[in-house]
């Protein structure tokens, strides 16, 4: 996740940058203008798939690209179909919104809208992981992990949503400075602690 937002920086992407015609309305839209930190969360979301894939657990080598592979892709469709946003930021604007609409205060309008906007996020991760390389019976243990976690991306859902509200500037308009990298960077790592953290306990529990 850091990693593409120092990549991003050094190049200078942006949406004046060439890319091909297929994917144009992966990088422009509304969305992207308001939470633009959401394609980082997007990486993120990959590189953990990726890792739970590659992990100890009781899936066999075929189940765990097949499935890693799919929740790739799955991921990539609810975050960026049709353009930029997909099912996840449409869905957590549509709630927030309409929450905000029926007279709720702003707070919990943006609260219900990230917390509808990582339930989408999480269950296709979530799931995509169980399938990858995870035991498939229920437990509740496993219920209550999977309930931690999806507190953790709500949580990570409203920091990465204040970006624009905290002055973090026109990427992708133009390229990313300096000091938005900076501010980007810092708001990435927040919101990514709580979630991480829940990961690499679960992780050193299992491999112990």
Same mark, same amino acid.
């Given at each position: ?51 739970? @894939? &590659? ?7 075929? /189940? %765990? +690209?097949?499935?890693?592979? *799919?929740?790739?892709? =799955? !991921? ?54 169980? @399938? &990858? ?7 509740? /243990? %496993? +219920?209550?992990?999977?309930? *931690?976690?999806?507190? =953790? !991306? ?55």
């Amino acid at each position: 996740m850091l990693a593409a937002l120092a990549l991003v920086t050094i190049t200078g992407f942006s949406q004046r940058s060439a890319v091909p015609e297929a994917f144009e309305p992966w990088i422009y839209g509304y969305f992207i203008a308001r939470y633009p930190l959401f394609a980082f969360a997007l990486v993120y979301g990959i590189a953990h798939l990726a890792t739970v @894939a &590659a992990g100890p657990g009781p899936a066999s080598t075929f /189940r %765990r +690209i097949l499935f890693a592979s *799919l929740g790739t892709a =799955a !991921l990539i469709v609810v975050g960026l179909y049709p353009t930029f946003g997909g099912l996840v930021l449409r869905g957590g604007y549509a709630t927030g919104g309409m929450a905000f609409l029926t007279h709720q205060p702003l707070w919990l309008a943006y609260g219900l809208g990230a917390g509808v906007a990582a339930a989408i996020f999480g269950g296709t991760l979530g799931l995509s992981a169980l @399938a &990858a390389n995870r035991p498939l019976r229920p437990r509740l /243990r %496993r +219920i209550g992990a999977g309930l *931690l976690a999806y507190l =953790a !991306l709500w949580f990570g859902a409203c920091v990465i949503g204040l970006a624009v509200p905290l002055g973090f500037g026109s990427w992708p308009l133009r390229g990313m400075r300096l000091p938005e990298a900076g501010l980007a960077a810092l708001l990435l790592v927040v919101a990514a602690l709580p979630h991480v953290a829940l990961t690499t306990l679960s992780r050193l529990r299992r491999a112990a």
